[in-house]
């Protein structure tokens, strides 16, 4: 294979080591290696300090509304045995999977016959055992069946981890991306979901954000409009199309479900009812309990004590019942939420739902009802981005920089800056003898708020010239009052 294109300057030194028979040969693998464009897997990315200071503010604002409400913090691993994994997703989900090769010699095991055939499931089955885990949400039902003698019911937890999807990667869809969790399991209690509305209410308001609509529905009420629809045995795909309404319109939705052999005056009824916009929500309710059979008039009912216990607490204002919202429906048994941001083009930033059975798919006798929401992460950052919600000091890094003339200053300084950090300043001083123009250009780059300048004058004075960089205000201070000044 080629060699990459280099520079002259590393094309001469390269050339130069190849003329140098001593060198083993692996090192010069190495070294052509090395001078390679350097790529990322499609669908992944890097943080730089600029981002992952605007993420962990990001994070440690979610993080609080969780602990807020008494949630406890959970980690699991970053792999699961496929075992855990597959036949929780439907099966769009388990194609979306990343497998990871057994160890050592994966081939020898594998399926011949599947393998000549060019059966990619059954290969797969017999070369990968484990896969990176594709949510929070069923590695935590494995944790909590695997540990449920131990643990307390009601069971809050919190995580805030990544997860990965073999997805087609674009604008706010990775292939690697956060989610943060927050879940319920053993109590049945509409308060959960009522909290959980109230949760994200108080986690976006926090960050700034005030156009933001919290959709909910109920499995059961999709299931009542499926037979209405004439969708027996279908379900799943009246579903999956009811759910692209606000994407491509009724009448492509209609001309969807005529393809999959749902069509008629009952569909045409259905749909015309989905799209209908009553006063409000309680007319809905109304209206559906008299049509609907015993199922949606359950869904009905555990609406309409959510809404009864926010009242007029925060988060009712943002919560909007929306007949063709779907989804989750591979273990959603209830109450299903969805988070969208006005005037952004991330698609939902938030969601979750009510699960009953997901437990019981790991041996658990018992049922362990649950609930919970998931925070998209990186698309609430592109959203928070595109708003222009991030300020010029979202970061928790150095906040001041202490600049110096020559070696006795920058030794006046070093002693100075484990000062400020005793008080609990995030400082540094800048590490080499350079003019102070240089050192004021790095703290500009680097996009601190202050710095610190130390003479020959303020070593005798004991007063240091603080100098906001934001503002390009200066003032004189003492050593002591320079804390509480930046802090």
């Not at 970061?395 to 400020?420: K, S």
């Not at 603080?466 to 009052?481: A, F, I, M």
Request: with cysteine.
């Amino acid at each position: 294979m080629a060699p990459a294109k280099i520079t002259n300057q590393a094309e001469r030194a390269f050339n130069d080591q190849l003329s140098t028979p001593q060198i083993p040969s692996n090192s010069l693998v190495l070294m052509a290696f090395f001078m390679e464009k350097p790529t990322l897997p499609k669908g992944t990315r890097d943080f730089g300090p600029v981002q992952m200071n605007r993420r962990l503010k990001l994070l440690d604002t979610i993080r609080s509304v969780f602990r807020t409400y008494g949630f406890q913090p959970l980690e699991t691993p970053a792999m699961e045995n496929l075992s855990t994994l597959t036949g929780k997703y439907g099966e769009e989900g388990d194609q979306l999977l990343f497998r990871i090769l057994n160890s050592g010699d994966f081939l020898k095991d594998a399926n011949q016959e599947a393998l000549t055939n060019g059966d990619f499931k059954k290969v797969s089955a017999s070369i990968s055992e484990k896969g990176l885990r594709y949510d929070l949400t069923v590695p935590f039902a494995r944790y909590v069946v695997m540990n449920q003698h131990e643990l307390a019911m009601p069971f809050r937890r919190y995580q805030i981890q990544p997860v990965w999807r073999a997805d087609r990667p674009q604008k706010g869809r990775y292939r690697e991306f956060y989610q943060c969790d927050a879940d319920a399991v053993g109590t049945d209690s509409l308060i959960c979901e009522a909290e959980i509305v109230q949760m994200i209410h108080l986690a976006f308001t926090k960050l700034g954000v005030k156009d933001f609509k919290i959709r909910i529905n109920h499995r059961g009420i999709l299931s009542a409009l499926a037979a209405m629809a004439g969708a027996e045995g279908k379900e799943g795909q009246f579903f999956v199309a009811l759910d692209k309404l606000d994407k491509i319109g009724t009448e492509k939705v209609l001309g969807e479900l005529a393809e999959r052999g749902i069509s008629g005056p009952q569909t045409q009824k259905v749909m015309e009812l989905i799209i209908a916009k009553p006063g409000n929500a309680v007319d809905l309710f109304n209206k559906l309990q008299e049509i609907f059979n015993d199922e949606g008039k359950r869904g009905i009912n555990d609406l309409k004590e959510v809404y009864r216990l926010l009242g007029d607490h925060a988060g009712s204002g943002s919560l909007v019942f929306d007949l063709s919202l779907a989804r989750g429906l591979s273990y959603y048994t209830g109450c299903i939420f969805e988070v969208t941001i006005s005037n952004v083009a991330v698609g939902s930033v938030c969601g979750g739902g009510r699960y009953d059975n997901l437990t019981m798919a790991f041996g658990s006798k018992e049922k362990l009802s649950g609930v919970g929401i998931s925070f998209g992460i990186d698309r609430i950052y592109d959203a928070l981005e595109e708003l222009g919600l991030f300020g010029t000091d979202d970061h928790y890094g150095t906040r001041v920089l202490i600049c110096h003339f020559d070696e006795r200053t920058r030794d006046f300084a070093f002693g100075l800056v484990t000062q400020l950090r005793s008080a609990g300043i995030a400082c540094e001083v800048y590490p080499d003898v350079a003019k102070l123009k240089k050192q004021l250009d790095y703290a500009n780059r680097r996009g601190l708020p202050f710095v610190l300048i130390v003479g020959e004058e303020e070593m005798t004075s004991g007063k240091l010239t603080l100098k906001d960089l934001r503002s390009g205000t200066q003032q004189t201070l003492p050593v002591e009052l320079i804390a509480q000044t930046i802090g």
